[in-house]
């Protein structure tokens, strides 16, 4: 999830958006502005965060205008709807005008790691970098190494946006990718809907042996669980505003552990350069996850009384300028060539940076696949029970492979996601159609067939190389099922 960090405090403001005097002067005197700061807990009000649906930053303007609605930030006597509506839309421009200056300038050093190969040795000084640097990348990871291999990848990528129609395709000529109605559904380069979490794709390169290998190697455990989440996609003339969003997919609140609370992953399927952007991370910087996890520690749990709940990710706008500046001091963005794969430690610190104008001459500029192994005695019987049904009924997750936490809702669900429901629909809106653009045709197909190795990923019991026979999707519950998603965890940790 994408959040902006913003103060209602508006000495503050005078600080970060000092250039539009205006915006800050009329939120100072506002009524709404006396009334969320005498209702915020524990002296919330000087930091609090304006959660999502920021046009342009965020995730376009159906979640704006929820937010605008119920958000209980802007509520209290004399707090008008109107004046909701002004303030708000007040620190949207001044937050849009200050990122997009911001962003301009911000390139983190663009470097060649060190790749991994294949052997014993190699993947004994793999997990050594990773223990140092908390990241490392391997080399060749398709399970047959070379172009016919990688192009089956491909292929199979290209396939499932092909299957949606509405033009997505895979020429250069492809115009659709251009759409701009498509970056509400794309958001910051991951595309999470149409069941692309149970696609072809997806399941053909999360079984792959060598992405086994090494989730075990960082394990110590061959009995593991994968995650289920979406594709990266970033169109070749697409670019977010908003600078660096260091973050964490991780809240300090939600663990409470020493060890390794969850190990991310990305399978690179196109050659990147200087000018493509692409994955930031900020080496060694989990060695330092408990010292800013201590310092953010109030604000998170402010954020969680206010909401109610404490997300998984974290960002660090807004926060200290001494942070911001020592994190991009450090910043690398990783060269990454097609059929790469890079795991970090869920407490590095990163993000990912936009490509500059004219960096492809193809549809897309970066093409990929988040995947994610875990042990499976992380999981409650109930989640696993949920990831059978989210392979059934093409229910896409994030990358918590632990948990059941669904990115769209499909048809027929009742929430989760709704903005991504939203894009969809602006997309096929037959008034803003161009007159040969087909609809984007997001009805699940069906889950692919899995072999064992995958179906122990899925997380079956499956003896021998046998995948079991028909009944895999019979019997399954409603959906949606209430599981809680995000609670204190990692207890045996």
């Known amino acids: 999830m994408y959040a902006l960090r913003l103060s209602t405090c508006s000495h503050h403001l005078g600080m970060r958006f000092h250039s539009l005097g205006p915006a800050t002067s009329v939120w100072a005197a506002s009524p709404c502005r006396a009334a969320s700061s005498a209702s915020m807990p524990g002296g919330f009000a000087a930091e609090t965060s304006l959660l999502e649906g920021l046009p342009g930053l965020c995730q376009g303007p159906a979640m704006d205008r929820a937010w605008r609605v119920a958000s209980p930030l802007l509520a209290g006597e004399g707090c008008r709807r109107e004046d909701k509506l002004e303030a708000v839309s007040l620190l949207v421009a001044a937050a849009t005008a200050a990122s997009a200056s911001s962003s301009s300038s911000w390139r983190p050093r663009y470097v060649e790691p060190r790749r991994f190969g294949r052997g014993a040795d190699e993947l004994r000084a793999s997990l050594e970098h990773f223990e140092e640097a908390g990241f490392a990348v391997y080399r060749d990871v398709l399970d047959t190494p070379g172009a016919e291999s990688l192009e089956e990848a491909q292929s199979l990528f290209w396939d499932f946006f092909e299957s949606l129609g509405a033009g997505l395709g895979r020429e250069a000529s492809s115009h659709a990718w251009q759409d701009p109605r498509l970056r509400d559904l794309v958001g910051k ?28 190697s960082l394990w110590g455990t061959d009995d593991l669980l994968v995650s289920m989440d979406g594709l990266v996609v970033f169109p070749s003339n697409y670019s977010f505003h908003g600078g660096n969003w260091y973050h964490w997919d991780l809240n300090p609140l939600l663990w409470q552990g020493d060890g390794l609370p969850m190990v991310q992953g990305y399978l690179s399927l196109q050659t990147g350069n200087s000018q493509s952007g692409g994955l930031v991370l900020v080496p060694a910087s989990h060695q330092i996850f408990q010292a800013l996890a201590n310092r953010y520690k109030p604000s998170l749990r402010n954020l969680r009384d206010l909401h109610g709940h404490a997300d998984h990710y974290v960002d660090f706008m807004g926060y200290d300028e001494a942070t911001t500046a020592s994190l991009d001091a450090n910043a690398v963005t990783l060269h990454l060539q097609a059929g790469d794969f890079v795991v970090w430690d869920a407490r590095t610190v990163h993000c990912n940076v936009g490509p500059r104008p004219g960096a492809s001459q193809g549809p897309l500029v970066r093409a990929g696949a988040l995947i994610t192994m875990a042990p499976r005695s992380w999981a409650s019987p109930e989640v696993l029970e949920a990831r059978r049904l989210a392979y059934c009924r093409g229910v896409t997750l994030t990358h918590w492979p632990n948990h059941f936490v669904p990115t769209q809702q499909p048809e027929g669900g009742s929430r989760w996601q709704a903005i991504t429901n939203s894009a969809i629909n602006a997309i096929n809106d037959k008034a803003t159609r161009k007159k040969d653009d087909a609809a984007l045709a997001c009805r699940f197909q069906g889950p692919p067939t899995l072999d064992a190795p995958r179906l122990r990923l899925l997380g079956l019991d499956v003896d021998g190389e046998e995948p079991p026979s028909a009944g895999i999707c019979g019997a399954l519950p409603d959906y949606p099922l209430e599981i809680p998603a995000m609670s204190p965890i990692w207890s045996q940790s």
């Open 189 to 216: 380069g991951i595309f999470h809907a149409c069941g692309v979490g149970q696609s072809a794709v997806q399941w053909h390169l999360r079984g792959q042996r060598r992405l086994r290998e090494i989730f075990a």
